[in-house]
């Protein structure tokens, strides 16, 4: 396990400052503080994590005056960096795509199907702070999202086209000085998915956006955490699958909620061929209105 050198990161901070903590407090006394003086310290990891929690939140300056005696902290296994903070989301815009299956005839044939509208994309743009005040600190931090289904895909009121997958990780990438990322929450057809007779009910999806600073060990970024809502249910007499994302209260108390709907009308007449994969196809940009009703933008 690496080991820090308390007393020469001092003795290193004090040769840049040699005025250190005889007009004012240096950012740096809270490190000091944990580390004590020790010449060697092994840190456990609790201590590990409150102190790499100091170094993220050390102003950007900081980072740049004492890079040397910084250094040695990160000899020790620490990183000199930011991590997101201040996460708000957006809707960016909403699109569609030709959704081509294989089906089947009524005589078992298999037939090529073409719907369209055909899969449905809301795409958000997550954004970020850096906690050093600075976007340049975050240059080697990773990022991603990981969502977690509360009941399976393929519960009613879906049928098995659903994936079967219950939780994965998505848009791994590497360097967050853009200070977004761009999520695009897509179904395929509901026409195709929803079970029939269309039932009431929902799966709801649980989705924390992550950082990393190794790419390896990866954290939920405070407050980046929302519902995903996909469902059937009536509205205003017809029935409708809705989409919905909203912040998960108490982890996001910050609200945001986005909510559009969708008429089923008739069930497909080619029940889709057991065991392919769909793929989205001539991807346009078009309105929420062109195919069903913005519920909720806020």
Same mark, same amino acid.
């Given at each position: ?14 040769? $840049? ?33 409150? $102190? ?28 000199? =960096? ?35 509208? !055909? ?13 050093? !005040? ?28 659903? @994936? ?16 977004? !990322? ?10 195709? $998915? ?8 929902? =799966? ?16 939920? $970024? @405070? ?31 910050? !609200? ?43």
């Amino acid at each position: 396990m690496p080991v820090i050198d308390a007393a020469r990161f001092q003795a290193e901070a004090r040769r $840049i400052n040699p005025n250190m903590g005889r007009i004012k407090k240096s950012s740096l006394d809270p490190i000091f503080k944990l580390l004590g003086d020790h010449p060697r310290t092994t840190l456990a990891p609790q201590l590990h994590d409150q $102190i790499q929690e100091l170094i993220h939140f050390l102003p950007f300056e900081t980072h740049q005056k004492y890079a040397a005696a910084l250094q040695v902290l990160e000899q020790g296994g620490l990183k000199i =960096c930011g991590r997101p903070v201040s996460p708000t989301m957006h809707f960016a815009r909403f699109d569609e795509g030709t959704y081509a299956y294989v089906g089947k005839t009524h005589d078992g044939q298999d037939k090529l199907v073409n719907l369209s509208p !055909g899969s449905l994309h809301h795409v958000f743009d997550f954004k970020w702070k850096s906690s050093t !005040g600075n976007m340049q600190s975050l240059a080697t931090v990773w990022t991603r999202e990981h969502v977690r289904f509360r009941t399976p895909q393929r519960n009613p009121p879906f049928n098995d086209v659903n @994936p079967p997958d219950m939780e994965f990780y998505w848009g791994e990438t590497t360097g967050a000085t853009a200070g977004f !990322g761009r999520d695009d929450h897509s179904t395929k057809p509901p026409v195709l $998915i929803c079970r029939y007779p269309w039932v009431t009910g929902a =799966c709801i999806a649980e989705q924390w956006y992550q950082y990393s600073l190794d790419g390896q060990t990866w954290k939920n $970024i @405070p407050e980046a955490a929302y519902l995903l809502h996909k469902g059937v249910r009536q509205s205003k007499g017809v029935w409708v699958f809705y989409f919905r994302k909203c912040n998960w209260a108490p982890h996001n108390p910050v !609200g945001f909620n986005f909510e559009a709907e969708y008429p089923l009308g008739a069930p497909i007449s080619h029940p889709p061929k057991a065991g392919q994969s769909f793929m989205r196809n001539n991807g346009s940009e078009a309105q929420i209105a062109d195919f069903g009703r913005l519920v909720s933008r806020r």
